[in-house]
């Protein structure tokens, strides 16, 4: 029987409650739709986020996913104002973590076993150890050892390791990622047993923990990295089991599910769309497609041919030998199949219960567990469509829900793939699947990835759509983020060089202030269309362009307005989890690496503009020494301090050198600038402090130096240096030529065929026989007589040069 599609209920608007015109694109209806939280008050906002499954460490598609949805979170937090209570799970029980699970519950039971690792436990281990690599990872040599482990893994598995196919003709697979897993996992326990081997007084609980993982706590720092808020809750599927039970003990009352004799329980589709209900809602074009079903079964769940029908799937799997258990009086012991985890994990206390309807007017039931759901695109089908359908099975017939409407969420958010085109990547394309690797620090001193550059990439794209990585758009990335930076080092120049504007306001009519007005309209706009954050990149970049045009044409250009801009595109690049873990009602102007250290400010920027003055008039070679003195003489802006200290030597040795120049009579202009220069490239360079000069009138900028500043001189002066060690050789070869031609002149042309290959010579020296007596050939005799000249010119010469 075909199921019916039931009509989505878009919920009325709340009674005296004005909320923001947002609409989201909602999964469920594949539209967007008036965003209204269950909320009464229209406040309280509930979420519930599928977490990761922590077999292994996250890569950057787990970061395209939680940023996305790191980002809308803070959106709905810090610009809508609404209170987010945002929940995530951790899968702890899914096939692929059973692995993980049996090598913990494995583990445990060894540790139980051996109270003291020694000689014997060690040999076991390695013992265990072999075998593991020799049934997982077959193409290590047999007689590989710990200690080579590393090297003869690289060399077997190179293509899988370089991030192809383990053929290396296509992309990889879930083949190639558990062959992955398998290498950390034996790398892991090989560190572990050659930790023994060099020290057999390694504490016990120290070994356990080199081959023990951590993924769940590596995931987290992972996050933390990408400064993606954590959970306000974080629930595990294993600490709510009984309430899982429960949940599908219902189900099977119900008459939509039932257990075999195997100890297994599955969803019955038909039986659940015999009733009337939909099934397969967010993805219908994906049905019965059996690949998605046996991957959303688990690779464990191979064997389980106990279903009556071949779509139905498993809420609860009999546990294997070696698998984690719960007991029950119904199937047996056993553990939740994937989809059903979600289902049990909810705190009471923070009005999560599945035990609580709420009614609204139409009488349609809206589950109170959460106003959205969300995760990657990959789980609509099959994992959120049996969500879907075994929650709602179970809220069938509840008090307060019809027959029509039994909805468990108002809004699906799903985030779209990422990928990186190309197999051979550049550094800013690297093809990495690890978070951290993205993070790294390369040999130059610089990152392939910064946190902010991952969230700019982000922000460009939709959320739900899929975001491939090219060359062309880490460009437009990059070009992004150096925009504003520029932008917010002028305005922090502006905002600490100029006078307090704190109290002036810009007036409307300004067209800075008009800008402004059209940027913050194109914004809220965008924000309200489902979070259109590319289109408020691009309103912060046209902002930005007329701010610069503004500075650019007149230097006394209205700063209250330029501080107006800054200020409001700090707020909303925090907003967007740009600056860190700094508030979006910060009073300061822009992002990390736009200030220097506030106990450099005031003594810096006194002696920057000191130095814009030296460095005026000898350009200018129009140089007043009276002014020129009041300033060697003008006094420190801030009192010395163990902070200041370093700033406070470079201000007072300026002014010495100074007066010192200004002692001199000739070459004064070439000094000063030569002053100027020693400050700016040596002094402030070495306290990570640099003075950008700027074409007159405009002052010098100052600002940090960051990585890429520091990459850009390294790379400089490593050209440098190759270009004098070039030059060095170069000289050093033509003097090595030069001496052994002065050698070679120093020998007579009468002497210098005088070998054992001629017999005879004219009065010249020249041979006019070879040794044989044959008579020299004309040709080679010409040629002779040519050589003979040249060593006649080379020899009086030489003989002058001596005299």
């Given at each position: ?335 939740p199949g994937w989809h059903i985890e979600c289902h049990g994990l909810s705190d009471p206390r923070a009005d999560y219960g599945y035990s609580q309807v709420n ?41 307060g829900c019809s027959a029509s409407n039994h909805t468990w969420v108002r809004y699906f958010l799903h ?389």
């Open positions: 029987m075909a199921s019916r599609q039931p009509a989505w209920h878009q919920p009325e608007k709340l009674p005296g409650v004005e909320l923001p015109p947002l609409q989201i694109y909602n999964s469920l209806t594949r539209k967007k739709n008036d965003f209204v939280p269950l909320d009464p008050q229209g406040k309280k906002v509930t979420w519930y986020a599928c977490g990761p499954t922590v077999y292994d460490i996250s890569h950057l598609g787990h970061a395209r996913n939680y940023v996305s949805t790191d980002i809308i979170r803070r959106i709905l937090r810090d610009y809508f104002d609404f209170e987010v209570k945002f929940v995530m799970n951790i899968t702890d029980v899914d096939d692929k973590i059973i692995i993980r699970a049996r090598q913990r519950y494995l583990l445990s039971q060894f540790k139980s076993k051996h109270s003291t690792f020694d000689d014997a436990t060690f040999q076991e281990t390695h013992t265990a150890w072999k075998a593991y690599v020799v049934k997982n990872l077959g193409l290590v040599p047999e007689h590989t050892t710990t200690g080579d482990f590393k090297t003869a893994s690289e060399l077997a598995y190179k293509n899988v390791i370089e991030d192809k196919s383990l053929d290396g003709t296509t992309a990889p697979s879930e083949v190639e990622a558990k062959i992955k897993m398998h290498i950390r996992t034996a790398q892991a326990a090989a560190d572990g047993l050659e930790a023994f081997s060099a020290s057999r007084s390694t504490p016990q609980d120290e070994l356990y923990a080199k081959v023990d993982d951590h993924y769940e706590k590596l995931f987290f720092e992972d996050m933390q990295a990408l400064n993606v808020l954590d959970p306000d809750e974080i629930t595990r599927v294993t600490e709510f089991i009984p309430q899982i039970n429960t949940f599908v003990e219902k189900i099977i009352d119900k008459g939509f599910a039932y257990a075999t004799g195997e100890g297994n329980v599955y969803f019955d589709i038909d039986a659940f769309e015999k009733n009337g209900n939909a099934y397969c809602r967010l993805e219908p074009q994906n049905r019965g497609n059996q690949e998605l079903l046996k991957d959303g079964e688990g690779g464990l769940s191979k064997k389980r041919d106990d279903k009556r029908s071949k779509n139905d799937f498993a809420l609860i799997k009999k546990s294997m030998p070696g698998e984690p258990a719960w007991p029950s009086e119904r199937w047996g012991p056993s553990r009614q609204i007017p139409d009488k349609t039931c809206i589950v109170k567990v959460l106003t959205r759901n969300s995760g990657g695109v990959d789980l609509m089908f099959p994992h959120h469509d049996n969500e879907l359908a075994q929650s709602e099975a179970y809220w069938l017939g509840e008090k985030m779209g793939h990422l990928s990186i085109r190309g197999q051979k990547m550049s550094k800013s394309l690297k093809n990495f699947t690890s978070i951290r690797e993205a993070l790294a620090v390369g040999e130059d001193g610089t990152p392939a990835w910064t946190s902010r550059m991952v969230r700019i990439v982000l922000l460009l794209g939709s959320w739900k759509d899929g975001v491939e990585i090219t060359e062309g758009l880490v460009s437009i990335a990059k070009g992004w983020e150096e925009k504003i930076t520029n932008f917010f080092l002028k305005a922090v120049d502006i905002e600490l060089s100029s006078n307090d504007t704190a109290n002036n306001q810009p007036s409307p009519s300004n067209p800075l202030s008009i800008a402004l007005d059209k940027a913050k309209k194109e914004t809220d706009d965008a924000l309200c269309d489902s979070f259109n954050t590319p289109l408020v990149m691009q309103a912060i970049s046209n902002l930005v362009t007329e701010a610069n045009s503004a500075i650019s044409n007149d230097s006394n250009a209205d700063t209250t307005s330029l501080l107006s801009i800054a200020h409001w595109i700090t707020r909303i690049i925090t907003i967007f989890g740009l600056n860190g873990s700094v508030s979006p009602n910060t009073a300061t102007i822009g992002w990390e690496g736009v200030s220097i250290p506030i106990p450099a400010q005031p003594v810096i920027y006194s002696l920057s503009q000191i130095r814009d003055e030296v460095r005026r008039q000898a350009r200018a070679k129009a140089v007043v020494p009276e002014v020129l003195e009041k300033l060697a003489l003008q006094p420190l802006p801030a009192t010395p301090t163990p902070e200041n200290q370093s700033y406070v030597t470079a201000y007072q040795t300026f002014q010495t050198q100074l007066k010192t120049a200004l002692a001199q009579s000739v070459g004064i202009e070439t000094e000063l600038l030569q002053l100027c220069d020693s400050l700016r490239d040596t002094v402030l360079w070495d306290q990570d402090i640099y003075l950008e000069d700027r074409d007159p009138p405009l002052p010098a900028l100052v600002r940090p130096l960051d990585a890429n500043m520091k990459a850009a001189r390294a790379d400089k002066e490593r050209v440098a240096e190759e270009k004098r060690l070039a030059k060095e050789r170069r000289l050093a070869e033509e003097a090595t030529k030069k001496a052994a031609m002065a050698e070679k002149a120093k020998v007579q042309p009468q002497d210098m065929f005088k070998t054992d290959e001629f017999a005879e010579w004219d009065e010249n020296g020249v041979p006019t026989k070879l040794k044989g007596g044959d008579d020299l050939p004309k040709s080679r005799r010409k040629k002779l007589e040519k050589e003979w000249k040249a060593q006649k010119v080379a020899h009086d010469k030489w003989k002058s040069d001596q005299k």
